[in-house]
């Protein structure tokens, strides 16, 4: 795990608000957006990012 409580939870409303926007709305960037709100949502359930890992970088204080 080398995401924080408040990066999942942030993760979590950002991916779940893209999906959302991407479902009720007829824009062009519909596979755009649910792309990266199911990365936000996939993120923030696992507690895992894998570019946290390549960059060397964790939020998570433990």
Excluded at 17 to 33: N, P, Q
């Amino acid at each position: 795990m080398n995401l924080s409580s408040n990066d999942r939870i942030l993760r979590l409303m950002a991916g779940f608000g893209m999906v959302t926007v991407e479902y009720l709305s007829g824009i062009d960037w519909d596979i755009f957006l649910l792309v990266l709100g199911s990365w936000g949502l996939l993120t923030s359930a696992f507690g895992f990012c894998p570019f946290y890992k390549l960059l060397g970088h964790s939020s998570c204080p433990i």
